[in-house]
């Protein structure tokens, strides 16, 4: 019997995501920033297997059957596990972090680290660009930036900076991703450059998936973006925001509207006996 395979088809990655840059020079800022973006829009965020009653796969076959042969996507292990084995491919230098999410939070209120991002050095580059395409909010990196304090970033139609805050614990200092959202700067969520082991992302993602306190166990969350917009799903709420801001929204009907739209609006596919959830 042959042994499993560790390593990603990145031919077929780079087809899913739609991006036919020259891989043969040594990494650079250009092709991060190019394959961030690509993957954050040709692959949706969601959250269908834990509503569904199970735990995604945090496996790099799992993920590539997954993520990038099947029209589906996923939440932010499953989003950030694959790019890392994508950019490490291509050469780059990827540490996995974890991050406490504070959007929706009450002001003061600590919830657990339960979000992956990732820190990535480039050779031949002193500063390090945070890379995130699984997070799931309108907030989100368009393409990876340098963490670096005090600085607004454009990305795309988006703009984004780090702050500094003091750790609690007299630690290093925490770093806090802010989006510029509705006229005002938003916290995201809030991180320490203490590496995660991929073990420690296998607990957290058992934890997300499984706990009855977790959101993704009651109501469908799904995510994609594009240069022009943004859609989001949140149970039967479908909202269309444009890069300039403007707002639609709209309920859908049924479960069946629901597993229409996934297909035309999002790109994601289901068995055709999927029953979702009231």
């Not at 735990?55 to 059957?65: F, I, R, T």
């Not at 139609?157 to 991703?177: A, C, K, M, S």
């Not at 450059?193 to 073990?199: F, G």
């Amino acid at each position: 019997m042959e042994p499993a395979r560790t390593n990603l088809d990145l031919d077929a990655y780079l087809a899913r995501i739609g991006w036919t840059g020259d891989r043969r020079p040594a990494p650079t800022v250009e092709t991060l920033r190019a394959v961030h973006r690509a993957h954050l829009m040709s692959i949706p965020f969601e959250n269908l297997e834990p509503l569904l009653g199970s735990a995604p796969s945090l496996a790099l076959p799992d993920l590539e059957a997954k993520l990038v042969r099947s029209r589906r996507g996923g939440y932010c292990y499953e989003h950030n596990m694959l790019l890392t084995a994508a950019l490490t491919a291509l050469g780059f230098g990827v540490t996995g972090l974890s991050g406490r999410v504070r959007v929706g939070a009450a002001p003061g209120a600590v919830r657990p680290r339960t979000h992956m991002l990732l820190l990535v050095e480039i050779p031949g580059e002193e500063r390090r660009y945070v890379a995130d395409v699984g997070f799931g909010s309108i907030g989100s990196l368009l393409e990876a930036v340098p963490l670096v304090a005090g600085t607004e970033f454009h990305d795309g139609t988006r703009r984004h900076r780090y702050i500094r805050e003091p750790h609690p614990g007299g630690l290093e200092d925490l770093w806090v991703f802010q989006a510029f959202l509705d006229g005002s700067w938003q916290d995201q969520y809030a991180f320490t450059r203490e590496p995660c082991h991929p073990s420690d992302y296998v607990v957290i993602n058992w934890y997300v998936a499984t706990s009855p306190r977790s959101p993704f166990q009651h109501s469908l969350y799904v995510q994609r973006a594009t240069l022009d917009r943004h859609l989001s799903l949140s149970g039967r709420t479908l909202v269309e925001t444009g890069s300039d801001g403007t707002r639609k929204e709209r309920q859908l009907a049924d479960s069946d509207e629901v597993l229409a739209v996934l297909a035309t609006d999002f790109c994601i596919e289901l068995p055709p006996d999927t029953v979702l959830p009231d």
